[in-house]
């Protein structure tokens, strides 16, 4: 059984940063790219940025580029977020989410598994 487990985020001050990570296990993890995306309240889930099966392929939603970075460590079964520069509006549950391939989507519909979700809260 697939397990996606995130961690790192919290309570920030506007131009602060946190690193969100998310541990998976009971898959090939180095084979699949892995994505991740964001829910405010009351809105839509949102791609924030996609990373394919070696790493050598990512992508960042305009709101997030230049700020935001995603990585892949496949010894640790990890994918990462650095959020830099953080705004009040990057405020949102995140999650990291499996794909079924090697190459990310900024569909939400296209992941398989689903992480629980971290909360990210950046105050003005």
């Known amino acids: 059984q697939v397990q996606l487990v995130e961690s790192g985020g919290g309570l920030v001050q506007a131009g602060g940063s946190l690193r969100l990570s998310c541990v998976a296990s009971?898959?090939?993890?180095?084979?699949?790219?892995m994505g991740w995306f964001r829910q405010a309240p009351g809105k839509e889930r949102d791609f924030v940025a996609g990373i394919n099966w070696n790493g050598g392929n990512t992508y960042h939603a305009d709101s997030v580029k230049g700020r935001f970075a995603i990585s892949r460590d496949n010894a640790k079964n990890t994918v990462y977020l650095q959020m830099n520069s953080l705004k009040p509006e990057d405020t949102a549950v995140y999650y990291c989410?499996?794909?079924?391939?090697?190459?990310?989507?900024?569909?939400?519909?296209?992941?398989?598994?689903w992480g629980q979700g971290t909360q990210v809260t950046v105050s003005s």
């Open positions: 989410a499996a794909a079924p391939s090697g190459v990310w989507s900024s569909s939400w519909n296209y992941y398989n598994y």
């Open positions: 009971g898959h090939t993890f180095s084979a699949k790219a």
